[in-house]
């Protein structure tokens, strides 16, 4: 994937989701959230959903989600930082 470390780690200390997904992909403003297409998986048509007011992302193609909260929330984050 063209998604690099440093893009989680990111996301854990900027403040807009948004800005950061934004870097790696490009988003088109539907309504209240952004689309773009994901970067987890190929795909042809956007089924990735950034949404600013709530800043989490998830992808309805792969089911790829990411949720500011979940850091606050257990466990998780330790899967983030183990190296593949
Ligand atoms: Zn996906």
């Not at 996301?11 to 297409?37: P, S």
Request: net charge positive.
């Amino acid at each position: 994937m063209s998604i690099p470390q440093t893009f989680i780690q990111e996301l854990l200390t900027r403040a807009d989701v948004v800005e950061i997904v934004g870097r790696y992909v490009q988003l088109k403003k539907g309504g209240a959230n952004f689309m773009g297409l994901c970067p987890f998986h190929g795909e042809k048509s956007p089924s990735f959903s950034v949404s600013p007011a709530k800043q989490f992302y998830h992808c309805f193609g792969c089911g790829k989600k990411w949720q500011r909260h979940q850091l606050f929330d257990g466990p998780r984050g330790h899967d983030i930082c183990r190296g593949g």
